[in-house]
């Protein structure tokens, strides 16, 4: 199945109003519910999950026409540990992180404490037995209070800079300025990138479309707020 544009951003705008909802619920649950808190792990866990399918969104919108074939698009929809991985790669956007930190906790240094992300969502709602060592996982003795409030606060700068991106690609602004956001966003996921990167291909993604470069310029006043009101050639 291939996706038009316009329905690309209606997933967009559908995947992250889930996340912001599964967000509120899982918020709710970790710091207003009176009982253990492990419940809001796996609500958080679903929540990154569809932060990640709305970046796999974001990265196709401006090329849709330009995919022929889309079964790895499809494919990566349905593998949970590639949608909750990509839900970070909002960090592109957006450095904002917000952790809890506890140094005799090892899980709590960790953003992939239990070594999965989907190992993390399964302990949070069900009862298991270790076929090795024989041992019973009960969520509400084995999750503590803080490792599921440290990943539902982790959701804090991640959902930030998706709701941003909501809105510029809803507004009114020209197809170029809304295509340069996804170009960025296309360059993150398929090339290997890391944050010290930002400066150098938000520059070689420049062209002589004005709108396209505000976008740009855009993109690293949301990335790099200290700098607020400067392009990026001012940042070497």
């Not at 599964?22 to 710091?31: I, N, R, V």
């Not at 990265?59 to 079964?71: F, G, L, R």
């Not at 490792?147 to 709701?163: C, H, I, K, Q, T």
């Amino acid at each position: 199945m291939d996706l038009k544009k316009a329905e690309i951003l209606s997933l967009y705008n559908a995947t992250t109003e889930n996340c912001y909802e599964l967000f509120k619920a899982a918020l709710h649950m970790a710091t207003k519910y009176e009982g253990k808190k492990y419940v809001s792990l796996g609500i958080a866990e679903l929540a990154l999950e569809e932060l990640g399918k709305s970046y796999s969104l974001l990265a196709q919108y401006s090329k849709p026409h330009a995919i022929s074939d889309w079964k790895q698009f499809w494919k990566d929809w349905r593998a949970h540990e590639i949608k909750a991985a990509r839900g970070f790669f909002y960090e592109f956007f957006c450095t904002i992180r917000v952790e809890i930190t506890n140094p005799t906790d090892p899980l709590l240094s960790e953003i992939i404490p239990r070594g999965k992300f989907s190992v993390e969502k399964e302990l949070a709602f069900y009862v298991d037995i270790d076929k090795n060592s024989r041992a019973i996982h009960v969520p509400g003795e084995n999750i503590s209070d803080e490792e599921a409030m440290s990943r539902v606060f982790s959701l804090f700068g991640l959902l930030n800079p998706a709701l941003k991106i909501r809105d510029w690609l809803n507004s009114e602004e020209p197809d170029d300025f809304k295509d340069a956001i996804s170009d960025y966003a296309y360059v993150t996921l398929t090339e290997e990138v890391y944050q010290q990167d930002i400066p150098e291909i938000l520059q070689s993604l420049k062209g002589s479309n004005k709108d396209y470069n505000r976008a740009l310029d855009d993109i690293w006043d949301l990335f790099n707020p200290d700098k607020l009101g400067n392009d990026v050639d001012q940042t070497e």
